[in-house]
């Protein structure tokens, strides 16, 4: 059973930067696709970014609405990713989680993960 813990939400203006933190209990995440999911109240989960694993080559995908602002990235030896967000806009509020599928490529549907952190809020004031 793997642990995610995520950390780095906070509460920014509207044009700031916040980095997100996801650390995984694993014996390692090298092969593992891991992506960032949002959730903003009254709606649907929206998939941000999904960074796959080694035998995918580690490249990653982002959603229409946060290319160009947000960066995924990750480091394998410390066994966490991480997720860099500039240029905020109010409508990035929202819970941020991440969360793990257990092969390289990222999942079409966000049921395909294995794996959820619980979450951290992320706040954008206009």
């Known amino acids: 059973q793997l642990q995610l813990v995520e950390s780095g939400g906070g509460l920014v203006q509207a044009g700031g930067s916040l980095r997100l933190s996801c650390v995984v209990s694993?014996?390692?995440?090298?092969?593992?696709?891991i992506g960032w999911i949002r959730q903003a109240p009254g709606k649907e989960r929206e998939g941000v970014s999904c960074?796959?694993?080694?035998?995918?080559?580690?490249?990653?995908y982002y959603a229409d609405s946060v290319k160009g602002r947000f960066t995924i990235s990750r480091d394998n030896a410390k066994k966490t990713v991480y997720l860099q967000m500039s240029s905020l806009k109010p409508e990035d509020t929202a819970v941020y989680y991440c969360?793990?599928?257990?092969?390289?490529?990222?999942?079409?549907?966000?049921?395909?993960?294995?794996?959820w952190g619980q979450g951290t809020q992320v706040t954008v004031s206009s």
């Open positions: 960074i796959r694993g080694s035998h995918s080559y580690g490249s990653a």
């Open positions: 694993a014996f390692t995440i090298e092969y593992y696709s």
């Open positions: 969360a793990v599928r257990r092969v390289s490529t990222c999942p079409e549907v966000l049921s395909d993960y294995d794996y």
